[in-house]
């Protein structure tokens, strides 16, 4: 059984309102009832057209998804819709053999082609204080952002920290993906450890869904280097030692190969500088 990631968006009419993915397992058996399905409709290409079980699994977990993560969807009087994108999700075309994927793919309409470009425009709306977190990075590690050397930059998951960079409920405590981790398993850990949990080294966490632009700063004097750069991904890795072993370690704070915490670092995938002021040359 694999898992593969499918992405779902909130709406209200015409915009979108929240965007997020479920990671939904799927067995052999059911790729190839796929595989077959597409090929029985003239290689359908379209989300909505593939079996019903499993459509439904994604729309269940994707609904169950969004009811924990973004609190007005709760509200039925919202008028908010949750939706898939009209085109097969990548993840799921790269699961069917080649000849069947290439069909499926050349039967995607243009049109549908540039409404998947709009979309990825639209991850970038116009930078505010709210979508834009507020880092101090070092001279050379900025000046590699600028080249566009570097395309990650990283954080440290800590207790003073974690919600600048986490998805977390009124109470401070962090969501968790359903799909990695059960509530029942998450529940287990005190909240001073939910933010450490190993998780066979699958990261449960939340980032953060508003963040789409870092401000970066150099050092802390008054006039100093700045760029405005987008975040097109927010992922996690284990901190790791020197030698490359990663840091794992038990909930009495001792250094354990099998621990069932570890630190964890967030990793922001950096798009294109948007603003830069340079006046340190």
Request: charged content about 30%; some cysteine.
């Amino acid at each position: 059984m694999s898992r593969y990631s499918i992405p779902y968006f909130i709406t209200k009419g015409e915009d979108i309102c929240y965007e997020s993915e479920i990671q939904v397992s799927l067995t052999k058996k059911d790729i190839a009832e796929l595989e077959q399905f597409v090929i029985d409709h003239d290689y359908s290409y379209e989300f909505v057209d593939i079996p019903a079980h499993i459509y439904d699994k994604c729309n269940n977990m994707a609904f169950e998804d969004a009811l924990k993560h973004y609190k007005p969807f709760c509200d039925p009087d919202a008028g908010l819709s949750l939706c898939f994108g009209i085109v097969m999700p990548d993840s799921l075309i790269e699961a069917l053999s080649e000849p069947v994927a290439q069909a499926l793919v050349d039967n995607i309409p243009d049109e549908y082609l540039d409404d998947e470009e709009e979309t990825e425009e639209e991850c970038f709306p116009e930078p505010t204080k709210d979508n834009t977190l507020y880092l101090t990075i070092k001279q050379t590690y900025f000046d590699q952002i600028i080249a566009g050397t570097k395309k990650e930059e990283y954080r440290e998951i800590k207790e003073t920290t974690y919600k600048k960079y986490l998805e977390v409920n009124e109470s401070g405590c962090p969501y968790a993906y359903t799909s990695l981790i059960s509530d029942e398993d998450f529940q287990k850990y005190d909240l001073q450890d939910e933010i450490y949990i190993y998780n066979n080294g699958k990261c449960p966490l939340v980032p953060k869904q508003s963040i789409k632009y870092l401000n970066l700063a150099v050092g802390y004097n008054k006039v100093r280097d700045t760029a405005l750069v987008q975040v097109t991904d927010i992922t996690f890795e284990t901190l790791k030692e020197k030698n490359g072993d990663e840091i794992r370690f038990n909930p009495d704070g001792k250094p354990a190969t099998d621990g069932v915490l570890t630190f964890w670092v967030a990793v922001f995938h950096l798009g294109e500088v948007v603003e830069k002021n340079i006046v340190s040359k």
